[in-house]
């Protein structure tokens, strides 16, 4: 097998010039994979439109969702909120070919491989709490006192769990069942939107926003779990950093004012494993 595993999230296609990056996403190779983590758009039918362009193009598209997929926004026409929202993104992706978080896990078999490809949704919990805070409470009342809250608190609902974090928890739990069921004699991509692990927010400009970025429950699952490279987005950084000695990759495009300040044409799609073009 030739060809490149390549991953991309946040693409946010509710704006024009994002929309026209992504449609200049292509494979360099007929073999080429794509992993899409997270953030493609808000509304329902843009996932979809999008998701279907790049199944049309790439021999493989995996995808996780983001916070944007799992809001019911008021613009879109599909209403469901929580996990019935979740469930009929699945049920859409499965309809396109894509590969999504309640599949069995694929195996690139390319240059770098074999590995096990897990698509992860795991939320969290609110457990990266701001500065000088211990509680989720006090935290939520830092993020209001300095104006930094997430959307997630309008419209990602988590019905028909009581709150996000029972949500998370759930998703942990199950999760961490199916990884431990893989393959123990091949390394893993770890593909969630959410990072594993919390040094990557230390990096934010408003540290408010990083417990809406993840849970500490993950913090060695990178190790435990074997992976030879951890994929996320979500934080808009896009950049390569090492833990434990595992290669952790943000693979964000963001909103157009953020990779309009980087200068160039924005050339989100990294590669992950394999062989260039």
């Known amino acids: 097998m030739t060809g490149a595993l390549y991953a991309v999230s946040d693409l946010h296609v509710s704006y024009a010039q994002n929309r026209a990056v992504v449609d200049g996403l292509r494979p360099e190779s007929a073999d080429d994979w794509l992993i899409v ?3 493609v758009g808000e509304v329902f039918a ?7 362009l ?24 599909v209403t469901l909120r929580g996990v019935a929202r979740y469930e009929a993104l699945v049920a859409m992706c499965r309809e396109l070919g894509v590969d999504t978080p309640e599949d069995d896990y694929p ?6 491989g074999p590995v096990t490809v897990a698509p992860l949704f795991l939320l969290y919990d609110y457990s990266f709490r701001a500065p000088g805070t211990t509680t989720k409470e006090e935290s939520l009342r830092a993020a209001y006192a300095s104006g930094v809250v997430c959307t997630d608190e309008m419209l990602l609902h988590p019905d028909p769990y009581p709150d ?20 123990p004699a091949l390394p893993t991509v770890l593909v969630n939107h959410w990072p594993l ?11 408010e926003f990083a417990q809406w970025c993840g ?22 950084i896009p950049r390569t950093t090492h833990y434990d000695g595992v290669r952790f990759e943000e693979v964000s495009l963001g909103y157009p004012r953020e990779w ?18």
Do not use: K
Not at 168 to 183: E, F, I, P, S, V
Not at 217 to 230: E, K, L, Y
């Open 37 to 39: 983590a997270g953030d």
């Open 46 to 52: 843009d996932v979809e439109r999008t998701l279907r």
């Open 54 to 77: 790049l199944r049309d193009r790439f021999a493989r598209v995996v995808w996780v969702p983001g916070n944007h997929e799992l809001w019911t926004h008021p613009t879109d026409p």
């Open 107 to 112: 195996v690139w078999h390319g240059a770098g």
């Open 164 to 183: 996000r974090e029972s949500w998370c928890r759930a998703r942990l739990a199950a999760t961490a069942r199916r990884l431990d069921a893989t393959d």
């Open 197 to 207: 692990v919390r040094q990557p927010t230390e990096v934010l400009w408003y540290p």
């Open 215 to 236: 849970t500490d429950r993950t913090a060695d699952w990178h190790v435990r779990h074997r992976a030879a490279v951890a994929v996320y987005g979500h934080l808009h």
């Open 260 to 277: 309009g300040r980087r200068g160039g044409d924005p050339r989100p799609m990294r590669r992950i494993l394999g062989d260039a073009g």
